[in-house]
């Protein structure tokens, strides 16, 4: 929840360039840097800023929070017992291959439980300069999803959610992890906060470069427009969102927000982790 809440502003700024000129809406030039509105993440910041002032950049952060402190505590949380179920029981020389399944089964679960939240926030963020809510506050927006969308409406790109959870968790921090005691056993660094900062740091970009296509799409399923019957109108699945993707925007639009999801990811890494550990040592347990 700490990361969180420290990041929102980024997350913001990522969501509303994810969405810019979506399937070419403002021009047919697969240049991803044409005409934009949000041009890069300083200054799409500063124009959030000027227009919506600091509240813009705080848009969606109770559905943020209530999202990481349901799926953070479940894949942290799961990650250490799934391991051991694999059978890692030497933490210093446990193989990578458990490390990346444990990460992404407790990242799966914990995504799928916390898509309702992941959903309201994205619609929340979405919402540029001029446009109006049709949710009054997050509650609202729960109960007016269910009402007009079913219950379902609620899991509403579940499956980029999950997949994109199953690789960052398994991205994330197996990278982590395993570069943490890559350093330990080269003995290049001592456990502490310098060696969490640049374990953070690492696993911050490898989970960026391997997630940024699917955080694409997840954004894009959860904010499209429905019929009447709750069903999407323009893009069906995962499959789908990226092939209409690589047609209208080529391949570098499933990269657009690399920069804010970087910068969004690193210093949440590092929150995080940095948190987790402190919480670890304060209840007795080993370090990861």
């Keep these: 929840m700490c990361g969180g809440a420290v990041t929102n502003p980024i997350d913001v700024i990522k969501i509303r360039m994810q969405l810019e000129n979506e399937l070419g809406s403002k021009h047919s030039s697969k240049n991803i840097f044409k005409d934009r509105y949000y041009k890069g993440f300083i200054r799409g910041g500063i124009r959030i800023f000027s227009e919506e002032g600091l509240s813009g950049l705080y848009k969606g952060l109770l559905p943020s929070m209530m999202r990481e402190g349901s799926y953070s505590t479940i894949r942290l949380g799961a990650y250490e017992p799934l391991k051991v179920k694999l059978g890692a029981t030497d933490i210093a020389h446990t193989p990578l291959w458990k490390k990346i399944v444990a990460g992404a089964t407790s990242g799966t679960i914990g995504s799928a439980i916390a898509t309702p939240t992941d959903l309201v926030k994205v619609r ?38 999950v997949q994109r959870a199953a690789i960052l968790t398994a991205a994330q921090i197996p ?20 060696l969490h900062g640049v374990s953070s740091f690492i696993a911050g970009f490898v989970t960026a470069l ?79």
Aim: proline share 6%.
């Design 210 to 288: 391997s997630t940024s296509p699917f955080d694409v799409v997840k954004t894009r399923m959860m904010n499209q427009k429905k019929d009447a019957n709750g069903k999407p109108l323009v893009y069906r699945n995962t499959i789908h969102c990226i092939g209409k993707i690589v047609g209208h925007e080529g391949l570098l639009g499933l990269y657009k927000g690399f920069i804010p999801n970087w910068m969004r990811i690193g210093p949440h890494t590092i929150v995080t982790f940095f948190v987790f550990e402190r919480l670890r040592y304060l209840v007795g347990m080993s370090p990861v």
């Design 124 to 161: 929340f963020q979405a919402l540029g300069p001029g446009k109006k809510s049709e949710y009054r506050h997050t509650f609202h927006a729960f109960w007016r999803i269910a009402q007009k969308e079913g219950v379902r409406g609620l899991w509403t790109g579940v499956g980029p959610t």
């Design 175 to 194: 990278s982590y992890d395993h570069t943490k005691h890559t350093l330990l056993n080269a003995q290049l660094m001592e456990e502490g906060p310098a």
